[in-house]
Each structure stands twice: as C-alpha cells, then as structure tokens.
C-alpha cells in the first residue's frame, strides 16, 4: 500500500508532468508535423472509393486567363451562372476573384448603380436559394470574432427599410484559407479542417456579430431543399469544433468541366453556351462548384492535400461538401478531452513506477500505448479523431520524469545511511590509491629500463662493433621482396580486371548488344550489314544472380558473333548481312543471330558431326546449362540461313 505522503506526491507529479510538457510538446514544429504526417497516412487508408455524384466543378485555368477572346469580367460571370441554373444546376457555388471586393467605405444601405455588378446582383436577388457567394476569411481559431466582408455591391437593398433584401448570412458562405495551407506544417491546418459555422464582426463600429456557414454548408442546406431530402446540414451545423475534411483522392478526383467547353468566345464579354444539351446532362441536379484551378495565385488558394499534391480552394470546398453529404467527416474532440486523455495516462504512468519495478513497468508502458492505439484506430473508423505523437510523447517524457524522481527518493535514504561508511572508507580508499600509484610508476619505469632502453643500447652496440655489416643480402632480400609483392599485386590486378562488370551491360542487355555492334561496324571488324530488331528486356533490378548471368549471355553473344566474322563473312565465307534479335516472351528470353552465308549447309553438318568438340562449342552448352531453363541450339534455315537460338528464363 501507498504511503498517503507518497501518493499524493506521485499524483501530483504526474498531473503536473501531463498538464507541462502536454503544453511544451504542442508548441513544437517537428511534433506538429510529425502528428500531420500520421494523420495524413490514416486519412490515405480512410478515403471513400468514388466521390458522389451529384457535385462537379467548373475550372478556370490559365489558358483561360491568356484566351484574349475570353474577358473573365461579372458580367461572364453572371451569364455563366445563369445559363448553368438555366440547365437545371442545383445550387451553384461561385467563388468572387479577390479584386471584386468593393473598398470598406462602401457600407449598406447604398445604392449601386454600376453596369458590372448589376448582373451579379440580379442574380443573387432572382435566386438566392440555388446561389452560394463564397467570402474567403482567415483561420477562425486565430481570432475570436474576425471580421466578415459583407458584399454590398451583390446584394439588393430595401430603400425604404434601409436593410437588404436578402439577409447576407443566406447567400454568403465562409471558406477558411491562408498562405500557410500550401504547406501545411500542424493539423489545424485551414488545409486539413474547417469550421462549419463562425461568428463574424459585420460592422465593427456597431459590434454587429452574425452567425454564418461554411460554403459547403450552406451548399448542402440548399441542395437538401432542392431535392427535398432528410435535412442531415441542421445537424451537422450543431457540431461546435472543427471538422476534419475526408479527402476523395488527389486532385483532379471530382468530375470537372472546362471553361471553354460550356462558353464560346464573342466580343460581347458574354458566356454564350455552346450546346445547352449536353451542359443540361452534365449538371442537372448538381452542385456546380466555380473556381480557379491552377496556377499560385490568391484566387487559386491552393492548398497541400494528403496526397502530396497541390489542390485548388474549389476541390478543397468540394471534398468538404462531399465529406458532409456522405457523413465521412471526422469529428475532433475539443481540446479539453484530449487534455484529460492525456493527464489520465500520466496518472497511470506514475501509479505503475511506483508499484512496478523493471520489466514489470515496460510491459505497463507497452499495453497503455497499445490500448490507447486500439482506441485511436476504433475511433478512426468510427469518424473520431484522436491525436497520437502528442499523448505518446507525454507520456513517454512522464514517465522518465516520475521515474527519475522515484529513483532519486529511494536513493535518498540509501545515500543517507552510506554516508558514514563513505567518510570512513574514504582515507582507506585515498592510501590504497597513492600505494597503488607508486607501484604503478615503479613498474613502468623498470619496464622502460629493463626493455626499449636495453634493446637501444645492444643496437648501437652492434653498429659500432660490427662496422662489416652484409648489407647486400639485406638488399637482395628487400629488393626479392618486393618483386614478390609486385607479381601479387599484378595477379590481384589481373584478377580484377576478370571480375569486374562490363560497362556496356549497366544499362541492360539491348544496350550492351547495340555498343558492341557500333564498335564492331566502326573498328571494321564487322563488314556485313547489320539488321537488328532487340527489344529492351525487363531485367530485375539490383540483382545479383541476374547480373552474373547477363555476363555469361553477352558473352555467349560474343562467341556467337565472332563465328559469323570468321566463318561466314567475307573473305572466309559468303554472308552478306547479320541479323540480331532480342526479345521478351513473359518470363522467356530469346537472342538470335543469324546470317545468309551460302555454307550454311557446310557450317551445320560441322556442328553436327563435332557435337562435343570445339571450344566455342562447349562454352556455349556451358553458358545455356547454368541459365534458368538455358536452352541453346544452332540450325540451318531452308532460306539459307545459319541461326544461333538461346533462351532463358529471367531469375
């Protein structure tokens, strides 16, 4: 049992220790992106296989922006949206370009009476219910009420009432982005999770907070009530914390539809539909999602998906929307029940060091991480996130802390009762190492004496008495010396030179072939003309039986080669031309030459009647026995032809 003294120390040395580094280790970069790369390894095993069906995106690309025929104006903006609703779109998601924000000065109720923005505004007021305008804000978890761009210039007002037609909060939905995103270094990254709903200052001078949604929310709310389906977006607007996007693929995943495939060029500044048919099968009943989807810019708001690819704010936005229409969102518990998770586990940790000891406490160590693992990935596929490289690396620091201290208190007693036998050793201790130090120096020295200093003196002895030395024989030996170790360097050399791979072959076989060929034709060796039909094989990589017999094949080629310059091509034979052929069968592998000399008949029946003579002969039986079902064979073709076949199969 615990003394009650000892356990409330331990108790509060381990909540202590929980609550501490739990706060150190969060503030750490390295950890943060160590628990972002586990969280993306989970959310790549985690993803749905095909995204729904019902949302598609509209790309504006760069070629777009180039199109000199093209003007990307609000008023291409209107007739687009428009003639997209026209062909049965659902709800149409439209992100503004960043320079069509109007100056802060314009605050409502004011009276708009600009030709660009009236299409826009139009639109807003003829169909908010299908019509999402995205507002792009910074991360909400860095302030507590940021600031929210009402647009004014968008939305129709009551002259009378002076208040919009249309209330903003029905119409304008946030989407969370910052720089950062496009390399995302913690998982509260806007790249990674996204509040569904945020309070914003609207007017900073009257305190006017307004509750709006996530553009996808507020998409999914009016999709809900254009199909009448069970409203799941009143539930999910309910969740207080961030959620956690459940990413479709890399980019590109959604279905998509380019610019120029729906609008026509004109000098109107107009989206004119090139065929409304086929854009009304397209996004009928859809989720229209419009955005840029390329290059690095504010209105791209690229951001670095799990997959490793850059991914523009309009896939983001949809992966999200698709994340809530299905339900595969992954919730975050709030911060103070991790808080807890984690300081439970440090009480744990201290109750373990104090009541087990050794091996005893590791096995403890082992079966919380791996409790706390199961309880993560349960979670996990339950749609719960839990942070992992945190909490272990709480604990970890925890229990080397509490352990530490529990080593240190029971040492402290120990310590305390060895003190008088330490002060009454001590002088013992000091005697015997000064006795111990002046052996030490004695012995040495006599060593010194005795040995090196001796054997100096009976060598300059030697010099002085014996002026006649036989200093030839002494160079005779020295000089037969070292011839011997010249030859053994010369056999190493010679055996080196046999040993090492031939340079030709690194970049495989095929390439081997055509270099030996080419060195052939222009040293003049090989006059025939040459017809090759090699294929590159695919040869396993970094591996050491196939690299040993690729040497044996060159060198079968080489001997095969060599036949048809002595034998077969002029003056010694008749051939004209050469053929080499190297091709891949599945796992069988098949070189040929072959050459159209008169003798073919001569030449055969030669092999035939030696069938176990010649050198070149057995070296070539040699080199098919020890390839992987090696098969050779040399025979007369009815055109004439003397051919050279073996195979193989690849290791």
């Known amino acids: ?63 777009d922006l180039a199109n000199q025929k093209l003007s990307l104006g609000r008023v291409f903006y209107a007739d687009l949206v428009k003639h997209l609703l026209e062909a049965g779109a659902s709800v149409v998601v439209l992100n503004l370009r960043n320079d069509w924000r109007e100056p802060p000065e314009f605050e409502y109720p004011i009276k708009i009476t600009e030709s660009i923005n009236r299409p826009l505004k139009n639109l807003v007021q003829n169909h908010s219910d299908r ?19 009402i647009y004014n210039h968008l939305i129709p007002f009551d002259g009378e009432q002076l ?78 914390t961030q959620v956690n996007i459940n990413f479709w693929g890399r980019a590109g995943t959604f279905p998509s539809l380019e610019l120029a495939s729906i609008c026509q060029p004109n000098k109107e500044k107009k989206c004119l539909v090139v065929s409304p048919s086929q854009l009304s099968k397209k996004v009928r009943h859809k989720v229209v999602f419009i955005g840029f989807a390329e290059g690095n810019n504010i209105h791209t708001m690229a951001m670095l998906s799990p997959k490793g690819d850059s991914m523009a704010g309009v896939e983001i936005q ?13 919730q975050i518990p709030p911060q103070w029940v991790e808080l807890i998770i984690v300081i439970f586990g440090a009480i744990l940790l201290s109750i373990g060091v104090y009541q087990y000891h050794k091996w005893r406490f590791l096995w403890l160590v082992l079966a919380i991480f791996s409790v706390y693992l199961g309880v993560c ?119 080196a030179e046999k040993m090492e791979v031939t340079p030709a072959l690194r970049q495989g076989l095929d390439v081997g072939i055509r270099a030996t060929l080419q060195d052939l034709v222009n040293s003049g ?39 048809v310059i002595q034998h077969a091509q002029p003056p010694h034979g008749t051939a004209t031309q050469v053929c080499i052929s190297l091709e891949q069968q599945g796992v069988r592998c098949i070189l040929a030459i072959a050459n159209n000399a008169n003798n073919a008949s001569t030449l055969n029946h030669a092999a035939c009647e030696r069938p176990k003579g010649g050198y070149g002969s057995k070296m070539m039986s040699a080199i098919a026995s020890e390839l992987p079902d090696g098969a050779w064979e040399m025979s007369a073709l009815p055109d004439g032809q003397v051919q050279v076949i073996l195979s193989w199969r690849l290791p």
């Not at 979670?379 to 352990?403: D, Q, R």
């Not at 529990?406 to 005697?431: D, H, P, S, W």
């Not at 000064?434 to 090196?452: E, F, N, Q, V, W």
Request: charged share 20%; hydrophobic share 45%; proline share 5%.
């Open 163 to 240: 208040q919009p037609l249309i209330p903003p909060h029905t119409i304008q939905g946030f989407f969370e982005y910052e720089s950062e995103a496009e390399f995302p270094r913690n998982l509260s990254s806007t790249a990674r999770r996204s509040h569904l709903v945020g309070q914003f200052f609207i007017s900073q001078e009257n305190n006017q907070v307004k509750t709006f949604k996530s553009a996808a929310l507020l998409a999914l709310e009016k999709f809900e009530q254009q199909q009448q389906k069970i409203p799941l977006s009143s539930r999910i607007a309910k969740i207080p």
């Open 131 to 149: 019509l999402v305008l995205v507002t792009r804000t910074n991360q909400i978890s860095n302030s507590k009420k940021p600031n929210f761009l």
């Open 318 to 330: 949809a992966n999200l929307m698709a994340s809530l229409m299905t339900g595969s969102f992954l």
């Open 1 to 63: 049992m615990w003394r009650k003294g000892w356990q409330i120390k331990f108790l509060s040395l381990g909540i202590g220790c929980g609550v501490f580094y739990n706060f150190i280790f969060s503030q750490i970069p390295l950890v943060q992106k160590l628990e972002l790369q586990l969280q993306d390894t989970l959310l790549r095993l985690h993803h749905p296989k095909s995204p729904p069906q019902e949302i598609i995106l509209v790309k504006i690309q760069r070629k």
């Open 377 to 495: 990935l349960i979670l996990f596929k339950y749609k719960w996130i839990l942070s992992i490289i945190l909490p272990l690396l709480v604990w970890i620091a925890t229990g080397i802390s509490v352990f530490i201290y529990f080593i240190f208190g029971r040492q402290k007693e120990v310590i305390t009762l060895q003190n008088y036998q330490i002060t009454q050793l001590k002088a013992a201790e000091q005697e015997a190492i000064l006795s111990r130090t002046r052996k030490i120096l004695h012995r040495t020295a006599s060593d010194i004496h005795d040995g090196a200093l001796q054997d100096l003196k009976l060598v300059m002895d030697k010099i002085e008495l014996e002026p006649d030395l036989d200093v030839d024989s002494i160079l005779d030996k020295l000089a037969a010396l070292g011839q011997e170790i010249r030859e053994n360097l010369h056999n190493i050399r010679r055996l």
């Open 525 to 563: 060796k090989l006059t025939l003309t040459v017809i090759t039909e090699i294929q590159p094989l695919q040869e396993p990589e970094l591996n050491s039986v196939w690299i040993e017999h690729r040497e044996e094949i060159y060198r079968f080629f080489r001997e095969a080669l060599n036949n």
